[in-house]
């Protein structure tokens, strides 16, 4: 039951980080402010890291609640002409397979966000130092 809780904890966490994230992106359009570019790629780098934690806990709780079925089956008495697997059925939908994707695409942006900010940090170093940089 602890895991059930703690995956739907950590799923909806990280879209919130997302949605931050997004906000953050937005106003450092605007902004155009190096500090802002390194927050929103460490939020998203986090984010990444939440929604994989989520990931994990859902298998996780899938083997587990595999496992339980199983025992139940087991202690019912279930009769030896039908396959254990017949009478259990747990698959992953596409909401993992996006959620991996998801994974994916936050550590991707996050990486983007902190490669610019650092792109930049030496635009301007090479500025203040009177190099002109092509």
């Not at 929103?40 to 929604?51: C, D, E, N, Q, Y």
């Not at 202690?75 to 397979?97: M, Q």
Request: hydrophobic share 55%; charged share 15%.
């Amino acid at each position: 039951m602890d895991l059930h809780v703690t995956f739907l904890v950590l799923l909806p966490l990280s879209v919130i980080i997302m949605m931050v994230s997004a906000v953050l992106g937005i106003v450092n359009l605007l902004a155009r402010a190096q500090w802002l570019l390194v927050v929103t790629g460490i939020l998203l780098m986090f984010g990444a890291l939440v929604t994989m934690c989520g990931v994990c806990v859902y298998v996780a709780y899938c083997a587990a609640a595999y496992r339980e079925a199983i025992r139940l089956l087991l202690s019912t008495g279930a009769d030896g002409s039908k396959s254990l697997e017949d009478g259990i059925d747990i698959r992953f939908g596409w909401s993992l397979a996006l959620a991996c994707v998801s994974l994916v695409g936050e550590a991707l942006t996050g990486v983007a966000f902190l490669a610019t900010a650092w792109m930049l940090s030496h635009q301007r170093t090479g500025e203040d130092q009177g190099i002109e940089i092509k």
